[in-house]
């Protein structure tokens, strides 16, 4: 409960703790915080209990086929290798639900011209939000150029 000016309570979208510094957690903690206090402003408690759940989590790894776009209808690249290698750290909670559909990965038809020798960036589009640390390979790829 927050009693004060209306000005100001209308204004309210949330309430502020103090900072709650942890450093390195391993386990779920759940701690006492402070309200942070303002001008004419009482609150029904001074403290909120805070809980900052950790999960482990595990490195994982897919193959995942590279796209091309931006290619007119009557070229078809041919791309070596066909798939690239994404590493990423994710929950345990959330291994078994990634798959290869999760991802994204292209290549730009329309950046031939600017690419070294026949070589073009791979990027990753898409992925799921609740996985870190991405990284992948390669990040550049050989093409052929074939007209249907």
Do not use: H, W
Not at 52 to 75: L, R
């Amino acid at each position: 409960l927050v009693k004060g000016p209306k000005a100001i309570i209308d204004t309210m979208k949330y309430v502020e703790t103090q900072i709650l510094k942890t450093g390195i957690i391993n386990n779920t903690i759940k701690k006492s915080v402070p309200v942070k206090k303002y001008n004419n402003v009482n609150y029904s408690k001074n403290k909120v209990t805070v809980e900052i759940p950790v999960e482990k989590y595990t490195e994982a790894s897919m193959k995942i086929p590279i796209e091309a776009i931006n290619q007119p209808d009557n070229i078809q690249l041919q791309v070596i290798p066909q798939e690239i290698t994404v590493n990423y750290f994710v929950c345990l909670s959330y291994y078994e639900r990634i798959s290869p559909d999760d991802f994204t990965a292209i290549i730009d038809y329309s950046s031939i011209n600017n690419s070294i020798g026949n070589r073009l960036d791979v990027k990753l589009i898409k992925f799921p939000e609740f996985i870190a640390n991405i990284k992948y390979k390669p990040k550049s790829i050989d093409y052929l150029i074939e007209k249907k």
